[in-house]
Structure formats: C-alpha cells, structure tokens
C-alpha cells in the first residue's frame, strides 16, 4: 500500500492541490455527498447507498454517514 507522499510522487502537478484530495476524511466525505445524491434519486436512505459500498450493515454504515454526511 502506498502512502500519500508516495501516491504524490507520481502525480504531475502541484502535490499541494492533490494532497487535500487524497485525505482519507475528504474522500469519505466525498462519498457521503455521492451517497445522499444516489439516495435521494433512488428513494432510498443514505446509508444503504454506503453499505453497498462497504459492505458493511445498516448499523456501521449509518454511523459512517452520521459521522461524515455532508454539511447542511
């Protein structure tokens, strides 16, 4: 598994726009955000869009959105 520094070497660019992107809190919160997107199209509640994605049941996965879920 590669570390952020790592995964920036490869990149072409400016490593300090990239970093904040490669945050592990920044993409959870991308994909809440893409969550409650597909849950709304859907009729569905965020957090089964996230246990599709994890795999996880509704407990742990409602907890990732409640923890996450993008800012009203």
């Known amino acids: 598994m590669a570390t952020i520094e ?3 070497a490869e990149l072409h660019g400016d490593h300090e726009i ?3 992107l490669l ?3 920044a993409i959870i919160r ?3 955000r893409v969550a409650e997107t ?3 199209q859907k009729g ?3 957090w089964s869009v996230i246990s599709d994605i994890t795999g996880h049941g ?3 996965s409602n907890a990732i959105y409640q923890i996450y ?3 009203s």
Request: a negative charge; one cysteine or more; aromatic letters at 4%.
């Open 38 to 40: 597909r849950a709304t």
């Open 23 to 25: 945050e592990p809190e």
């Open 69 to 71: 879920q993008p800012e």
């Open 6 to 8: 790592e995964a920036l």
């Open 18 to 20: 990239f970093r904040p």
């Open 58 to 60: 509704s407990g742990i």
């Open 44 to 46: 569905r509640e965020p």
């Open 30 to 32: 991308r994909i809440c």
